[in-house]
């Protein structure tokens, strides 16, 4: 059961990370899946018109940041404690960059979530990244 709806999700990020604000859209988030998109612009690209790594490395952190917060609520120091991420084909000009991330574990003290980043419109995956999150604990 999700702790949060998308405006809900929005207005939390909004108020926890003002620095990327427009950065960052939720396409669908639902129990199985979150998809998250990066609004791609000049600011996101490296020289050759291609999006830069770490812009896609903060989608991937982002998606999986929101994917254990919709399950946990609103933990706001809730950290990534590992991040393998393989870029594995150059993505397409000028479209916005697609992540589908889902959760493979949600525990008590970890989460981990696996992430496919893809060109919007395309079927081939750009980058694979999975994430575990260090959440703080409850105070009962």
Same mark, same amino acid.
């Given at each position: ?21 427009? #950065? ?6 639902? /129990?199985? &899946?979150?998809?998250? $998109?990066?609004?791609?612009?000049? !600011?996101? +690209? ?41 870029? #594995? ?6 479209? /916005?960059? &697609?992540?589908?991330? $889902?959760?493979?574990?949600?525990? !008590?003290? +970890? ?30």
């Amino acid at each position: 059961m999700l702790k949060f709806t998308i405006p809900e999700m929005e207005s939390f990020l909004k108020e926890v990370f003002p620095q990327v604000e427009g #950065m960052f859209g939720i396409d669908q988030m639902d /129990d199985a &899946l979150l998809v998250m $998109r990066l609004f791609n612009d000049e !600011r996101h +690209l490296r020289p050759g018109g291609t999006v830069s790594g770490p812009a896609m490395f903060s989608l991937a952190d982002v998606a999986a940041y929101v994917a254990t917060m919709a399950r946990i609520g609103p933990e706001a120091l809730t950290v990534t404690t590992h991040c393998s991420i393989d870029f #594995m084909r150059k993505p397409e000009a000028g479209r /916005d960059i &697609l992540a589908e991330a $889902r959760v493979l574990k949600m525990g !008590r003290s +970890l989460s981990v979530t696996d992430v496919l980043l893809f060109s919007e419109g395309s079927d081939q995956a750009v980058a694979h990244a999975s994430l575990t999150y260090s959440i703080p604990p409850r105070r009962d």
